[in-house]
């Protein structure tokens, strides 16, 4: 697999029934893939089946539209590390600015 790894902080916010928020950050860690030539084939190859072709053809086709449409308007579209066969958020596409790679810290 050709890939980066690239880190992100996410920024959460937690509220709690009769407690202040509590507002902290947390380190993620993603790899952008890049043995792909097709947001089609990134689907294809790294989505979870039971979260994807699984769920039907009609939710399949509905899935891969979103993320051709985010490809589209953003220049990436991503796999979050719940629905990632691999276990962690995956990136195809361009890096999005907010991120950086492991040669950038």
Same mark, same amino acid.
């Given at each position: ?12 916010? @937690? ?8 507002? @902290?950050?947390?380190?993620?860690? +993603? ?30 086709? +509905? ?16 796999? +979050?590390? @719940? ?23």
């Amino acid at each position: 697999m050709s890939c980066t790894v690239v880190y992100s902080i996410r920024r959460h916010v @937690h509220r709690r029934a009769g407690a202040d928020s509590d507002m @902290h950050e947390e380190e993620m860690m +993603s790899i952008h893939i890049k043995d792909v030539n097709s947001v089609e084939e990134f689907i294809d190859k790294y989505y979870k089946h039971s979260r994807y072709k699984g769920r039907g053809e009609d939710y399949a086709k +509905s899935l891969l539209k979103s993320h051709e449409e985010d490809y589209k308007e953003y220049g990436y579209t991503l796999i +979050s590390r @719940h629905e990632s066969n691999l276990g962690v958020a995956l990136y195809f596409g361009a890096i999005p600015d907010w991120a950086q790679t492991v040669d950038q810290l």
